[in-house]
């Protein structure tokens, strides 16, 4: 017979057998992990079966684990429609919107964003977490986030993508470069040139890398690193050029610490929300779409 199981908990479980961690999902649920993991304790006893191997790192989850992960999902996923009904027949936009966004959004566009939303909608509250490209995508997927917001957004079975906003790329540098004086620069004055990456694994790499080679140059990758901050510092220090989009490096140019120059031909970094298909929007939800919209040319 299946136990008596509150949400909070089904969330708790839900979020552990996600991240394949008992700290990670004790985190998110804000409970100590001891808590978490006598909650799990107590459910294996009452299911007399193992729902969770602990003796792997990350934990793994079994096939008993999988069949309640998937009940927990269905009944949370179950959940939030109903409040979204409820918040449609009440008109009321209470509630939580959960945000994932990559990192290089921009913390100061984002900031902006909840304040004006905030502001707007007093009775709803919104959290944003910034993860890697992937794990937007994950957390939207298994419905840990409401909304992502992603860069080179993508449709599949699951997520369904809608386009946000444009960004134009340019080249950054320190101000003693060489080509720090250049208001315009080809690909071909970057051949061979000390170059500071993203990952390959990166979508924003993979164009980068594209548009270098559809224009004949082939740069010296000096490093690479996964946020766009690290590629700003390293630019910041002198270790090499880069392709950014502009607006990443506003404040760094206004503060007069690195150099910019537009890219002829010119290169486009798109951005995107990308939500679960089907699933039931709750106003508060839609009123943040909605904000975003807006503020689609936020600069």
């Not at 006598?38 to 009452?46: G, K, P, Y």
């Not at 720090?180 to 061979?192: E, F, G, I, Y």
């Not at 590629?231 to 220090?237: C, H, P, S, T």
Request: glycine content about 4%; aromatic content about 6%; proline content about 4%.
């Amino acid at each position: 017979m299946l136990p008596v199981v509150q949400l909070e908990h089904m969330r708790l479980f839900r979020d552990i057998a996600h991240s394949r961690s008992v700290s990670r999902g004790a985190q998110l649920n804000k409970v100590s992990q001891s808590a978490a993991s006598q909650h799990l304790q107590e459910l294996e006893r009452v299911f007399g079966i193992v729902l969770l191997d602990r003796s792997t790192r990350p934990i793994r989850v079994t096939p008993a684990g999988q069949a309640y992960l998937e009940f927990c999902r269905e009944v949370l996923r179950r959940k939030v429609e109903f409040e979204a009904e409820i918040d449609e027949l009440k008109r009321s936009t209470s509630g939580e919107v959960r945000v994932a966004s990559i990192y290089s959004v921009g913390l100061s566009k984002m900031n902006r964003l909840e304040q004006e939303f905030r502001e707007r909608y007093k009775d709803s509250q919104l959290r944003v977490e910034y993860l890697r490209p992937e794990k937007v995508y994950e957390a939207v997927r298994e419905e840990r986030a409401d909304i992502g917001l992603v860069s080179y957004p993508l449709s599949n079975r699951e997520v369904k993508a809608l386009p946000w906003r444009n960004e134009q790329m340019v080249l950054a540098m320190s101000n003693g470069h060489v080509l720090a004086n250049m208001k315009r620069v080809t690909p071909a004055r970057l051949d061979a040139m000390a170059f500071v990456a993203f990952d390959r694994d990166l979508p924003i790499r993979k164009d980068i890398d594209t548009y270098l080679k559809e224009n004949g140059a082939e740069v010296d990758v000096v490093m690479n690193f996964d946020n766009m901050q690290m590629v700003k510092e390293a630019v910041e220090l002198g270790s090499g050029v880069s392709i950014v989009p502009r607006a990443m490096i506003e404040k760094e140019l206004d503060e007069g610490r690195v150099k910019a120059a537009e890219l002829s031909p010119s290169l486009i970094r798109p951005l995107g929300i990308i939500h679960r298909r089907n699933s039931k929007m709750s106003r508060a939800v839609k009123a943040f779409l909605d904000l975003l919209q807006e503020h689609a040319e936020l600069k």
